[in-house]
């Protein structure tokens, strides 16, 4: 498969709870994105890795929201003491800079985790 | 601030025919991307088409095609030939040049297109 994958696609917990995210971009993309889609709505950026390195955060990123990339493969997304406003569908996307697979500099999106809070 | 609208929440069109979805940005900047993808009900966002603003040509790939006008900032799709896997949310979006280094897509609220067979 040489496409985003994200796991879990489906996620429901209580509030406080925290729950974590695994993005797994297409091989050899070194930027990493994460969007958060709302019912209606079109995807928001939260953050935004080139390599393993976290160069932007939006302000939709509050102090529960951690992002990783460790040796610039995959990503995690944790969010600490969910709350319901926190139930959306998580969407990563990868992209080449320079060479790389598919249209340079045109980012591909995974499925998704749509999260639940109860 | 770059903002993107999509002024029509849902069209509908008879399979077969032709229909075209609005797009209108707001930049200060001259040189960016824009795009259309496609979200399928319960699948995820595939790109359907996107454009340089700095090639006057308008993009085409198959039976999609764009009206790009840089000096009105705005982007529509047109989709020929309509078919039953057409259905989706069309989303428009926006990206800064890859010069600036974030390239972080900015969307628009998206057009629900209903194929009617």
């Known amino acids: 498969d040489t496409g985003v994958s994200q796991d879990p696609r489906h996620k429901i917990t209580k509030r406080g709870q925290n729950v974590t995210f695994r993005c797994d971009p297409i091989?050899?993309?070194?930027?990493l994105y994460w969007y958060r889609q709302t019912l209606g709505q079109g995807p928001e950026f939260l953050t935004y890795?080139?390599?393993?390195?976290?160069?932007?955060k939006s302000r939709l990123l509050s102090d529960r929201f951690s992002a990783e990339r460790p040796k610039g493969s995959f990503s995690t997304l944790e969010i600490q003491r969910t709350e319901q406003g926190d139930s959306a569908m998580y969407l990563c996307?990868?992209?080449?800079?320079?060479?790389?697979?598919?249209?340079?500099?045109?980012?591909?999106f995974g499925p998704g985790t749509r999260l639940t809070v109860l | 601030a770059q903002t993107v609208t999509q002024s029509q929440p849902e069209m509908s069109v008879q399979e077969a025919e032709t229909v075209t979805l609005s797009c209108t940005y707001d930049t200060s900047e001259s040189d960016y991307y824009l795009f259309w993808y496609k979200q399928p009900p319960s699948r995820q966002m595939i790109l359907v088409i996107r454009q340089e603003a700095y090639k006057q040509q308008n993009a085409t790939e198959n039976r999609f095609s764009v009206n790009f006008q840089k000096a009105a900032k705005s982007f529509s799709l047109k989709i020929s030939d309509s078919q039953l896997g057409d259905a989706a949310m069309y989303f428009c979006a926006y990206r800064r040049s890859a010069n600036f280094g974030n390239e972080k897509l900015t969307f628009g609220t998206g057009t629900r297109l209903t194929i009617i067979p």
């Open positions: 890795f080139q390599n393993e390195a976290q160069l932007e």
């Open positions: 996307a990868s992209s080449a800079l320079g060479q790389g697979k598919g249209i340079r500099d045109t980012q591909y």
């Open positions: 091989s050899e993309h070194n930027r």
